[in-house]
């Protein structure tokens, strides 16, 4: 079987089993945010925290709700690291330094997950169980919270409600998050994936040495991280560790959960609103941008001149032969396209166009089909955009969803697409007027300062993935990188959950012959068009110095 063959098969079945669970999966997500009963397990836990999930809140009081429970989550998480010693099932480890506890918690409350240290060699059982995996259930819930209540805003006229923030985070959590990642970690344990609280195995290797094997609650981490779209890993090298992603089969399975939600929820989105015609045509949008850049990642790793290249196949350098050229372009454009951060090859390792196809994934925004809820409100925030720019090019006052998309609108979604590129630019800058030693990129030129680009890319937009050759385990990169995820996570909500309230507010707009029709072909198009050029113009001064420049090299 060629090798091109073998990926097209291997995407095709990836499209057949999206295809058949959207619709079930979609619909049941629908019913869970439009439900009014509580399941009995929902009732404890509401009471256990003093919230009334009957409550309607206007948008400043969810988002108050988001940011006391992310603060609190920071605070904990904080603690359980820098307590880990007195911990059980520390495996000895020491104490989380404070600089690397912040950004580590911060990193996994915003749904970012970067690690700069060693999950096998740094954190013990209870702070991967208790700590880390917990915030990789409830951040992924926060986001599409988010997401739910910008839908409602769509979906409510003259009222500012918007739902309850405690009852969407804990029937997102309890409801989707739980039983899909059960399913989803036995069926990776079943295909070799471990799961266990044991302790360190010394194991002989095949030369006659020694060599010490951590384990851990693998299995189910790895299910959440992927299903969430959180990203990190239990072990340093992340999905390319054999306990982590044993085979080309848990590849395309770990690619299916990291995308399944992102692209259901479009569905939702559809069912919420009263026209699953306008689902598809966010989903539409969503699936052109995903498939163009697998195509075109694919291709810039396969083809990538050089007799070396040419007689591997492809650039395999940084790549497991399990999963080959294919399976690996599959997981980086799927990971950097959603908030996910996971990688089963060095990022570092892939060609000059090819690191810049990843980076540009993630300053997309993570909208095809981006993270678990932030997707979705961020492709929306790109629809009000895109028919803004209809509405001036007709000379007609814009409408989306039978609301008018006038100036406070307009002011709501230009400074969310604003916050992101300037977050991860600022701080790219700031980084690289440094001396050397501080901004501590291992390469000189080019790819050097595309792996600190890439490394704020993905803080800002919450991604968490790695270029590699960067240390991160710096008191300025725990800092920044600390700062950066939790901006570039919060002020996005902020703009968001006012621009739902704004909507909710308004009265129907009857739909005219005037009215753009945004369920049809030509508003998805226009929508990509709108993505590709909003991110275009934004960042391709910093590729031209990265990444463009070291593949035209």
Same mark, same amino acid.
Request: glycine share 12%; charged share 10%.
């Given at each position: 079987?060629?090798?091109?063959?073998?990926?097209?098969?291997?995407?095709?079945?990836?499209?057949?089993?999206?295809?058949?669970?959207?619709?079930?999966?979609?619909?049941?997500?629908?019913?869970?945010?439009?439900?009014?009963?509580?399941?009995?397990?929902?009732?404890?836990?509401?009471?256990?925290?003093?919230?009334?999930?009957?409550?309607?809140?206007?948008?400043?009081?969810?988002?108050?709700?988001?940011?006391?429970?992310?603060?609190?989550?920071?605070?904990?998480?904080?603690?359980?690291?820098?307590?880990?010693?007195?911990?059980?099932?520390?495996?000895?480890?020491?104490?989380?330094?404070?600089?690397?506890?912040?950004?580590?918690?911060?990193?996994?409350?915003?749904?970012?997950?970067?690690?700069?240290?060693?999950?096998?060699?740094?954190?013990?059982?209870?702070?991967?169980?208790?700590?880390?995996?917990?915030?990789?259930?409830?951040?992924?819930?926060?986001?599409?919270?988010?997401?739910?209540?910008?839908?409602?805003?769509?979906?409510?006229?003259?009222?500012?409600?918007?739902?309850?923030?405690?009852?969407?985070?804990?029937?997102?959590?309890?409801?989707?998050?739980?039983?899909?990642?059960?399913?989803?970690?036995?069926?990776?344990?079943?295909?070799?994936?471990?799961?266990?609280?044991?302790?360190?195995?010394?194991?002989?290797?095949?030369?006659?040495?020694?060599?010490?094997?951590?384990?851990?609650?693998?299995?189910?981490?790895?299910?959440?991280?992927?299903?969430?779209?959180?990203?990190?890993?239990?072990?340093?090298?992340?999905?390319?560790?054999?306990?982590?992603?044993?085979?080309?089969?848990?590849?395309?399975?770990?690619?299916?959960?990291?995308?399944?939600?992102?692209?259901?929820?479009?569905?939702?989105?559809?069912?919420?609103? %009263? =026209?699953?015609?306008? /689902?598809?045509? +966010?989903? *539409?949008?969503?699936? @052109?941008?995903?498939? $163009?850049?697998? #195509?075109?990642?694919?291709?810039?790793?396969?083809?990538?001149?050089?007799?070396?290249?040419?007689?591997?196949?492809?650039?395999?350098?940084?790549?497991?032969?399990?999963?080959?050229?294919?399976?690996?372009?599959?997981?980086?454009?799927?990971?950097?396209?959603?908030?996910?951060?996971?990688?089963?090859?060095?990022?570092?390792?892939?060609?000059?166009?090819?690191?810049?196809?990843?980076?540009?994934?993630?300053?997309?925004?993570?909208?095809?089909?981006?993270?678990? %809820? =932030?997707?979705?409100? /961020?492709?929306? +925030?790109? *629809?009000?955009?895109? @028919?803004?720019?209809? $509405?001036?090019? #007709?000379?007609?006052?814009?409408?989306?969803?039978?609301?008018?998309?006038?100036?406070?609108?307009?002011?709501?979604?230009?400074?969310?697409?604003?916050?992101?590129?300037?977050?991860?630019?600022?701080?790219?800058?700031?980084?690289?007027?440094?001396?050397?030693?501080?901004?501590?990129?291992?390469?000189?030129?080019?790819?050097?300062?595309?792996?600190?680009?890439?490394?704020?890319?993905?803080?800002?937009?919450?991604?968490?993935?790695?270029?590699?050759?960067?240390?991160?385990?710096?008191?300025?990169?725990?800092?920044?990188?600390?700062?950066?995820?939790?901006?570039?996570?919060?002020?996005?909500?902020?703009?968001?959950?006012?621009?739902?309230?704004?909507?909710?507010?308004?009265?129907?707009?009857?739909?005219?012959?005037?009215?753009?029709?945004?369920?049809?072909?030509?508003?998805?198009?226009?929508?990509?068009?709108?993505?590709?050029?909003?991110?275009?113009?934004?960042?391709?001064?910093?590729?031209?110095?990265?990444?463009?420049?070291?593949?035209?090299?």
């Amino acid at each position: 079987m060629s090798p091109i063959f073998a990926d097209v098969l291997q995407v095709s079945a990836l499209i057949v089993a999206l295809a058949l669970v959207y619709v079930p999966l979609g619909d049941y997500m629908a019913g869970v945010y439009s439900s009014k009963k509580h399941l009995r397990v929902e009732r404890w836990i509401y009471r256990s925290i003093g919230a009334n999930p009957d409550t309607e809140m206007r948008w400043p009081a969810y988002l108050r709700g988001v940011l006391a429970f992310s603060v609190i989550s920071v605070l904990f998480l904080y603690l359980l690291q820098r307590i880990q010693n007195h911990l059980p099932g520390s495996l000895g480890f020491a104490a989380v330094t404070p600089q690397q506890a912040f950004n580590t918690a911060a990193s996994f409350v915003t749904n970012t997950n970067w690690q700069s240290y060693s999950g096998e060699t740094t954190m013990g059982h209870v702070v991967q169980t208790g700590g880390l995996a917990v915030q990789n259930f409830v951040s992924a819930a926060v986001g599409i919270a988010v997401a739910i209540a910008l839908v409602r805003g769509f979906a409510r006229s003259r009222t500012g409600d918007l739902g309850n923030f405690w009852s969407d985070l804990v029937r997102t959590t309890v409801r989707i998050l739980l039983p899909l990642s059960f399913i989803a970690a036995i069926v990776l344990v079943a295909c070799g994936a471990i799961e266990n609280f044991g302790n360190w195995h010394d194991l002989t290797t095949l030369g006659g040495g020694s060599q010490g094997m951590p384990v851990g609650s693998v299995a189910s981490q790895e299910a959440i991280k992927e299903l969430g779209t959180n990203g990190g890993g239990f072990f340093n090298a992340n999905s390319a560790h054999p306990f982590e992603n044993p085979n080309a089969f848990t590849n395309l399975f770990e690619i299916f959960l990291i995308l399944a939600i992102p692209f259901a929820l479009t569905r939702t989105f559809g069912k919420m609103v %009263g =026209s699953v015609k306008q /689902g598809y045509a +966010i989903l *539409a949008a969503m699936f @052109v941008i995903w498939i $163009g850049f697998v #195509v075109l990642m694919t291709w810039s790793e396969m083809a990538h001149p050089g007799a070396a290249l040419q007689a591997a196949g492809g650039a395999m350098e940084g790549k497991e032969q399990r999963f080959g050229v294919g399976g690996s372009s599959l997981f980086a454009v799927s990971t950097t396209l959603t908030s996910t951060g996971a990688v089963d090859a060095a990022h570092s390792s892939l060609t000059g166009l090819g690191g810049g196809i990843a980076m540009l994934s993630m300053m997309l925004g993570e909208l095809a089909p981006g993270g678990t %809820g =932030s997707g979705l409100y /961020g492709m929306l +925030i790109m *629809a009000i955009i895109a @028919v803004f720019i209809a $509405g001036l090019m #007709v000379g007609r006052t814009p409408e989306y969803l039978g609301k008018k998309i006038g100036g406070r609108e307009i002011k709501f979604a230009a400074c969310y697409i604003l916050i992101t590129p300037a977050v991860a630019l600022i701080f790219t800058a700031a980084s690289m007027a440094l001396p050397t030693p501080i901004h501590s990129a291992a390469n000189p030129g080019a790819h050097g300062f595309s792996e600190v680009l890439y490394a704020f890319t993905s803080a800002a937009n919450n991604n968490g993935s790695a270029f590699a050759g960067l240390n991160a385990n710096t008191d300025w990169y725990n800092t920044m990188i600390g700062l950066a995820v939790i901006l570039g996570r919060f002020l996005p909500m902020v703009f968001v959950l006012a621009l739902a309230g704004s909507l909710a507010e308004q009265r129907p707009v009857p739909e005219t012959a005037g009215t753009l029709r945004t369920e049809k072909p030509l508003f998805a198009g226009l929508l990509v068009g709108t993505v590709l050029i909003v991110t275009g113009l934004t960042y391709f001064p910093a590729l031209a110095l990265g990444p463009i420049a070291e593949g035209l090299s």
